[in-house]
T-cell receptor
């Protein structure tokens, strides 16, 4: 079974600081990887996704993530955060073999950006 | 928003009563999912459907049942609600099919359920 770990539960940054949120997954096969964002009171929105190819993927709002297969990691980065980035961020993995229908989510990281 | 709506958006009910949540989509997607979101747990899959009348259990299916009699509607029923089922429930659809499918999911607005 696949699992996802997000080790940072709450991150507090000042505006213009750089962001890196950790995500590690456990699954031995080929995966699709995702980062979702949930702004206060809203539903989850897709930030970016990795399917194959270039391990550095760029998403919306200046976010990017790097897939490092040897480390089973898919960390999310942003060079300069804004107050509007305050939200909860979820990493998710989808195994591409077998019952490739389910997303498994991490427990989420709450990001607070101070103005 | 992938044309997903959920109803009701908020509900308060009492322990022991049955509750049905509805997810409706307008884009004829084959795969639909029900998740619950709880602090510290992220989203956990309850049930999912891969076609009309085709459903399967997820990680936390105990106490829940689902039905899908039409492509556009996926119903989640709490047979006898308990306080542990107080949560926010999200429906999702999956973009699927084709060689370059990313298997990404798009989420509805959620239903906040409180069981007293």
């Amino acid at each position: 079974a696949q699992s996802v770990s997000q080790h940072n539960h709450h991150v507090i940054l000042s505006e213009a600081a750089s962001l890196e949120l950790g995500c590690n997954y456990s699954y031995g096969g080929t995966v699709n990887l995702f980062w979702y964002v949930q702004y206060p009171g809203q539903h989850l929105q897709l930030l970016l996704k990795y399917f194959s190819g270039d391990p550095l993927v760029k998403g919306i709002k200046g976010f990017e993530a790097e897939f490092i297969k040897s480390k089973f990691s898919f960390n999310l980065r942003k060079p300069s955060v804004q107050w509007s980035d305050t939200a909860e961020y979820f990493c998710a993995v989808n195994a591409r073999e077998g019952s490739a229908r389910q997303l498994t989510f991490g427990s989420g990281t709450q990001l607070t950006v101070l103005p | 928003d992938a044309g997903i709506t959920q109803s009701p958006r908020h509900k308060v009910t009492e322990t022991g009563t049955p509750v049905t949540l509805r997810c409706h989509q307008t884009e004829n997607h084959r795969y639909m999912y029900w998740y619950r979101q709880d602090p510290g747990h992220g989203l956990r899959l309850i049930h999912y459907s891969y076609g009309v009348k085709d459903t399967d259990k997820g990680e936390v299916s105990d106490g829940y049942s689902v039905s899908r009699s039409k492509t556009e509607d996926f119903l989640l029923t709490l047979e006898s609600a308990t306080s542990s089922q107080t949560s926010v429930y999200f429906c999702a659809i999956r973009l699927a099919g084709g060689r370059f499918s990313y298997n990404e999911q798009f989420f509805g607005p959620g239903t906040r359920l409180t069981v007293l």
